[in-house]
């Protein structure tokens, strides 16, 4: 599934052809994705101009002139294409803008969405509402994850997880980012202390900045919206990296944690 980065370099990468267009023609191939398109979805972007784009959480956000903003999730497999050179069965909404240029919004799994929402609710939304802060915003702060960890049993990695306390991280990132902060996963997360906090939070930032300027992580389908593969998992220390060598010597081990494989090393966390 695209995480943050995948999210945030598909916004940035649609920044470039979207950004002050107005948007000519709209296509909707099929009635839905994980769930129906808007019905109004062609009606509201017709002719409206786009005056700015951005991401919350794993979402992406087009905002137009008519205070209505389509809010787009990639699913497990979703990506925008830009100026492909033909349509295919799995371009389910196509944008065109003044200037000619064709965006695709190709999802072979269909387990995206797509959204129209007011742009002055959008906090209100519903899958907005209850979202914790940007992890790379000002927000995720030693203070705040001490306050949303006291006197939690939960393991650490799950918690973390928990889109109510930090918005948008994934599964890879978190097991990077606690690898680098030297945090075991499973450890309660009343129990990290506030030094192991003062490196948590720069790792966390550290881990998506770097992935974001690799274009991401390459899992499946995912593709930047040029076509290009995001190549960060090469820079991954323990993730999918079982039975690897750790950096610090030790060997990468991995658990089952709420569902998903949880990757770390014992030496160096603790």
Known sequence: MPELPEVETTVRGLTTVLDGQVIARVAVNRADLR???????????????VTGLSRRAKYGLIHTDRDRTMVFHLGMSGRWRI????????????????????????????????DLVDTPALDAWPQFAALGPEPLGEGLSVAHLKAAFKDRISAV?????????????????????????????????GKVSAKALTLLVPAIRDVLNESIAA???????????????????KDWRVYGREGEECACGGTVE????????TFFCAKCQK
């Open 35 to 49: 769930r129906p398109f808007p019905v109004d979805l062609a009606q509201a972007l017709t002719g409206a101009r």
């Open 83 to 114: 100026d492909p050179e033909d349509i295919g069965k799995h371009d389910h909404l196509v944008l065109e803008t003044g200037d000619g240029r064709i965006l695709a919004l190709n999802d072979a799994r269909r387990f995206g969405s797509v």
């Open 157 to 189: 990695k799950l918690l973390l997880l928990d889109q109510r306390i930090v918005a948008g991280l994934g599964n890879i990132y978190v097991c990077e980012a606690l690898n680098r902060a030297h945090i075991h996963p499973e450890r309660a997360g």
């Open 215 to 233: 274009g991401g992580s390459t899992l499946r389908d995912y593709a930047r919206p040029s076509g290009e593969l995001g190549y960060f998992a």
């Open 254 to 261: 991995r658990v089952v944690q709420g569902g998903r494989s």
